[in-house]
């Protein structure tokens, strides 16, 4: 069964980088689409980025410009790096991984999600 | 503003068949399947449904559709555990970028 666990700190400062790890138990980090998405209190799904195995990735327009996502194949892990964080990137922060099939995206997995909140 | 559109709320009596619905355009949903997320009170998300296919351990009286650029998921014989919020999403080949819908609260009665 394929597990996903998101780590990081739950406190960050505004202005700071916000840096989160997803680590896969269960299967291969291999020749999958691996997203984070995240969920302000009280809101919906926001979708940040996906990275594929090889180290393309695709992000949130919205977002871009603060979003880096890595992966680290050797440790089944991939991460997520935010910066320039205020107050409004308070969120549940999830991982999901998507298979990789020509014209399908979606999530088959989910992480349990972690609480990040900005604050000094 | 989400780039697909759900209802805000769906109510339905035990037993009964509910459709819930998530519509887009040609850049989204006229183009990929969607898949549908539950989330029971603020947990972790579960997919129960991608296009028309079942994820398993999902039960049967989930389906999904689709015609043109909206998607359903019809739940049929509506179960007092299937009260959740719902989220729709898909691929935008537009903006290449994932787009979820704003959500639906299913209420059991």
């Known amino acids: 069964q394929v597990q996903l666990q998101e780590s990081g700190p739950g406190l960050v400062k505004p202005s700071e980088t916000l840096s989160l790890t997803c680590t896969v138990s269960?299967?291969?980090?291999?020749?999958?689409?691996w997203s984070w998405i995240r969920q302000p209190a009280g809101k919906g799904l926001e979708w940040i980025g996906r990275?594929?195995?090889?180290?393309?990735?695709n992000y949130n327009p919205s977002l871009k410009s603060r979003v880096t996502m890595s992966v680290d194949t050797s440790k089944n892990q991939f991460s997520l790096k935010l910066s320039s964080v205020t107050a409004a990137d308070t969120a549940v922060y999830y991982c999901?991984?998507?298979?990789?099939?020509?014209?399908?995206?979606?999530?088959?997995?989910w992480g349990q999600g972690t609480l990040v909140t900005v604050s000094s | 503003q989400s780039a697909l559109t759900q209802e805000a709320s769906v109510s339905g009596t035990v037993g009964q068949k509910v459709t819930l619905s998530c519509t887009g355009n040609?850049?989204?949903?006229?183009?990929?399947?969607v898949g549908w997320y539950q989330q029971i009170s603020h947990g972790a998300p579960k997919t129960v449904m991608f296009?028309?296919s079942l994820p398993s351990g999902i039960p049967d009286r989930f389906s999904g559709s689709k015609s043109g650029t909206t998607a359903s998921l019809t739940i049929s014989g509506l179960q007092p555990e299937d009260e959740a919020d719902y989220y729709c999403s898909t691929w935008d080949y537009s903006l290449s970028a994932q787009v979820f819908g704003g959500g639906t609260k299913l209420t059991v009665l």
């Open positions: 990275i594929y195995t090889s180290g393309s990735t």
């Open positions: 040609s850049n989204n949903i006229g183009s990929y399947a």
């Open positions: 269960g299967g291969s980090i291999s020749s999958y689409y």
């Open positions: 296009g028309n």
């Open positions: 999901a991984r998507g298979p990789a099939v020509a014209g399908t995206h979606y999530f088959d997995y």
